[in-house]
């Protein structure tokens, strides 16, 4: 079978999302189709062509992705699919690389994505770099231990006035949270706030709500709720599409207003912080249900450039022997010296402390894993001493956190 890749044209975009769908089994909204395309980046687009047949797809998103004590540019992949009538004859494989490779070139030290299966991605260098926990308690027992009014106040607005108010409350919790990335305009216009954003069947219309003190926007949420009754009790869920804070107090404010919503049984809120406060502000914290599970995946493309572009919460000297199999530049032995204010990152000759695979270096990159974990977990070779030291320096507060699917 042969393979050619290249990117998309724009009028081949709806065969190209046909080719996607496929992939999952699932069908194409055109409505949605439309909006994607005004922030779809098309020179960033791999299709995998069998003669005119395309069987596989990838497309990259390029963002800025906060790290510890900063940000670097990030090559958000997205868009993975092969027919199934075309796996395992390696139409991934050439994707991955060929993409990996393109990713190198524009000088993107890193790659990040969401897996739709855990298994796939740790082959071609991703490691698991954060979790998210889906949150779900029962309105009747969500009293917050605290009481005490704030001094702002919560209120609906417009998906206009959205727009105009929540990229800057967003930005402030951007630079706070690795694992967060950056959105354009047109990903808040057509994506985060979607325009004639549809509601799934028994789903109300999305709420928008904003925190403010002083005229000034501090926090916000977006919101649906399903109706529904039992035996004549209001029985509803409210599903928390999204909720930002950039305050302790806009945080506790918007909390107590999902709370208070009428006609609601179930509060439900997906892809939340693993270290979420919520927990122990609860009066009742055993009624909150927490199931994790992982979200960013991270690729080190350049494995000197994406040490040195962070920051470290310990001084220290490190030196790792890193494995490559896909991305063969990057294999080798780096020292890394590093602490609070900045870091270098170059090549080396000195015996390595921490031998471990570039898709280990990843999970561990945002502080997010530990590398004494991971050798526990046989993936990690190292002397005590030098993983002690490394872990010293790569934790990070808060843990990272990505709380919205590219």
């Known amino acids: ?16 999302a046909r080719a996607n769908a496929t992939g999952f089994s699932a069908d194409v909204n055109l409505e949605g189709l439309e909006q994607t395309r005004d922030y779809f980046e098309f020179d960033r687009s791999l299709v995998a062509l069998e003669g005119e047949e395309m069987a596989g797809t990838t497309a990259i998103f390029s963002f800025d992705l906060t790290v510890p004590g900063g940000a670097l540019p990030t090559a958000g992949v997205t868009w993975v699919s092969v027919k199934p009538t075309h796996r395992r004859r390696g139409v991934l494989s050439q994707m991955m690389r060929r993409q990996l490779s393109d990713v190198r070139e524009r000088g993107e030290p890193i790659a990040a994505l969401w897996a739709s299966e855990s298994v796939i991605y740790g082959r071609f260098g991703y490691g698991l770099a ?53 959105r354009s305009q047109a990903w808040w216009q057509k994506k985060s706030l979607r325009e004639h ?14 925190y403010e003190e002083d005229g000034e926007v501090q926090g916000y949420a977006s919101y649906r709720v399903r109706g529904d009754s039992r035996d004549g009790v209001p029985n509803g869920t409210l599903y928390v599409r999204e909720l930002m ?3 302790d107090a806009a945080y506790a404010a918007l909390w107590r207003f999902l709370f208070g919503v009428d006609l609601v049984a179930i509060i439900e809120a997906n892809l939340r912080r693993v270290d979420e ?16 599970s ?31 199999g896909v991305c063969s530049w990057n294999a080798g032995r780096y020292e890394l010296e590093a602490g609070p204010e900045g870091a270098v990152c170059h090549p ?24 004494q974990t991971l050798r526990r977990a046989g993936r990690v070779e190292g002397d005590d001493t030098a993983l002690r030291l490394a872990d010293a320096m790569f934790a990070w507060e808060p843990l990272p956190w990505c709380p919205e699917v590219f």
């Open 294 to 324: 992982d979200s960013l995946w991270v690729r080190l493309v350049d494995v000197p450039a994406a040490l040195a572009g962070r920051r470290y919460a310990a001084e220290g000297r490190v030196v790792f022997d890193v494995r490559d």
């Open 130 to 182: 954060a979790d998210a926990v889906s949150l779900t308690i029962d309105r009747a027992h969500a009293a917050l231990a605290q009481q005490e009014a704030s001094c702002g106040r919560c209120r609906f607005v417009t998906r206009d006035e959205a727009l105009a108010a929540w990229p800057a409350v967003y930005g402030r919790v951007l630079r706070e949270h690795p694992g967060m990335y950056s």
């Open 1 to 16: 079978m042969s393979i050619a890749l290249r990117p998309i044209a724009p009028d081949e975009f709806e065969a190209f």
């Open 197 to 210: 954003d549809r509601a799934p069947p028994g789903l109300s219309p999305r709420f928008c709500v904003q």
């Open 277 to 292: 406060p919520l927990r122990w502000m609860l009066a009742d914290p055993r009624r909150l249900s927490r199931r994790p």
């Open 348 to 371: 080396t000759t000195d015996d390595a402390g921490i031998t471990l695979d570039v898709a280990d270096l990843g999970a561990v990159y945002l502080g997010g894993a530990r590398l």
């Open 245 to 247: 804070a950039a305050s």
